[in-house]
């Protein structure tokens, strides 16, 4: 009886253990808590009234979509809007309107029509946070940012809107007639190969597009490019780097020859580095923004692995790796 009453015990003690079939969910690391500043305006998210509000003070409007512990946000608010050199500009000129891009209070968008603010984020196609939309005086949106811009990058963008330069140029116009001075020297990468010819190319395509001005392309070198995990993603590219303003004759994918200058601005990149994937022929996504190790990589998967052709779009794909990798026990570092 005693033998038994052990023999009952044990299985009881195995049942409620672990088992090796059960693995411990990941985590996640490198979100970061923040909030609006205190200056934003209040608003009731009706931007038509927003806006005639903001033209009777001589005002655009800024509206700044973000999501809860996104690290870029809280690197973006920390840099240009509770402090730094651009907050006194941006506060001077600009109405700023915070809306999460996961909420569900009602707006009004300057189209007339309501939405929620999540809605509102995919009738305006936001795939990164934080994504800046800014809205003139008649109500009309002139510029749209995506993703993370450093100080000097969106005060360009701030003094094209605020200078009302929106009326006579595109802002990649803009951009190149802007004098600007050298920072960066081109650096080597192990993936880089040199291709001029793209014409019926249809294997995972990486064009990286730089210039002599770009104050971000150092810090992507060393953080980005060079992240373990990046690597293995890259070398299922073709990866190519063209300097931005170069007017060497290349070929592109359609059979046109053009020049990376003209490419880039046929593209409408208005960031550098940008980094421009395509697959099958096709562009499938760009990266005109800072993206950190993991998003970058995640990105480059998404376009090598063809999940494009399952997920409507690359905000879909993230949610549901981020599940996966969860549910594997793998941990997710947002961080740089």
Not at 102 to 117: A, C, M, S
Not at 294 to 314: M, P, T, W
């Amino acid at each position: 009886m005693k033998g038994l009453s052990i023999a009952i015990v044990t299985l009881l003690l195995a049942a409620a253990a672990p088992t090796h079939a059960e693995t411990a969910r990941g985590k996640t690391t490198g979100g970061i808590s923040y909030s609006m500043p205190s200056w934003f305006k209040a608003s009731f998210l009706d931007f038509q009234h927003d806006i005639e509000e903001a033209r009777k003070q001589g005002k655009h409007v800024l509206v700044f979509l973000h999501l809860d512990e996104c690290p870029y946000c809280a690197r973006m608010l920390k840099e240009n809007f509770t402090g730094g050199e651009t907050r006194d500009f941006i506060q001077k000129n600009f109405d700023v309107i915070g809306v999460n891009i996961r909420g569900v209070l009602e707006t009004v968008w300057i189209d007339g029509k309501t939405y929620t603010e999540r809605a509102l984020a995919g009738h305006l196609k936001v795939v990164a946070t934080p994504t800046i939309v800014l809205v003139d005086l008649d109500g009309n949106k002139v510029l749209q940012l995506t993703g993370y811009r450093d100080p000097r990058a969106l005060r360009q963008a701030l003094d094209f809107v605020q200078s009302k330069s929106y009326r006579k140029q595109s802002f990649a116009d803009y951009l190149t007639a802007q004098a600007k001075s050298a920072v960066y020297a081109f650096r080597d990468h192990p993936q880089f190969v040199t291709r001029t010819d793209f014409k019926d190319y249809t294997r995972p395509l990486a064009i990286l597009f730089e210039d002599r001005q770009c104050a971000e392309c150092a810090r992507f070198h060393d953080k980005t490019l060079s992240h373990p995990d990046v690597l293995v993603e890259l070398k299922k590219f073709t990866v190519v780097r063209f300097d931005a303003e170069s007017t060497q004759p290349i070929v592109d994918l359609n059979g046109d020859v053009t020049t990376p200058a003209q490419w880039v601005k046929a593209l409408g990149l208005t960031y550098r580095p940008s980094v421009v994937l395509f697959n099958e022929g096709h562009q499938i996504f760009r990266i005109d923004n800072r993206l950190y190790h993991f998003h970058f990589k995640e990105a480059l998967r998404y376009v090598s692995g063809g999940y494009y052709r399952q997920y409507d779009n690359i905000s879909s794909y993230n949610a549901a790796r981020r599940d996966e990798l969860l549910k594997q026990g793998i941990d997710i570092d947002y961080a740089e």
